[in-house]
């Protein structure tokens, strides 16, 4: 998801244009000009993923951390203050290399709408899932071992039982739908996307935990249920956290493509 036009590099410019015809060194004696197609495709491919990677660490880290750290009495609002405010701001800072997504759902509904290339899908999840194992990780290198324990690693551990699977599955759906939405159109369509899209964005994961977090736990985002289940060992009920985003991923996809039509949903990302 784009949030600032690209800019134009020096090198991708024509070199007729910034050096005349027949003035100046021959570009083919130019000792960077064999590093143009390195250049090219560690900016277009393999940048991007490493602020995927960075990203979800960091965004994960923090939230792993403010779960595990909770302060009795402040119930969700510590969570969803610490996950909101840390989204925004790593996209913010990184949304310009990658898109920001930090979120494989984001991803899937971002590429659904033309604004991913297809080559990219792939890699970005996996990014964004090392990342999720990365911050969680680093949250329990730091926590006391009995804080860690008692939140189960800061892994989604809020369904219990078979009778909450329909309504968390549901609740899943419906937040992730929420949050996909405010980034695609926010963050991603060229009629409607905003500079204020990073803090939209976060709100709306702060609104979606201070909301759904009883039901579900809000996760909305697969990397983050992924990380901590690695380290914590926990995979209770994990399948929901796969299973929710995704369709919301989906469904957010077809409604964009149904009230927008194709041409007016894509955007050149890449």
Known sequence: MALYESKTELWDLDINVIQPEGKGPDPATDGNSGTKPFRDVFERYIQPCLAELLGSSLFIFVGCLSVIENTEGTGRLQPALAHGLALGIVIAVLGEISGGHFNPAVSVSVFLIGGLNIILLVPYILAQMCGGMIGAGLAKVISPSMNYAKVSGAAFNTVQADTQIV??????????????????????????????????????????????GAVSGACMNPARAFGPAVVANYWSYHWIYWVGPMSGALLTASFIRLLLGDEKTRVLLM
């Open 167 to 212: 309504p968390a599955t549901v609740a899943e759906v419906i937040m992730t739908l929420f949050l996909t939405m405010v980034v695609c159109m926010g963050a991603v369509n060229g009629r409607t996307r905003s500079l204020l899209a990073p803090l939209c964005i976060g709100l709306t994961v702060t609104a979606d935990i201070l909301a759904g």
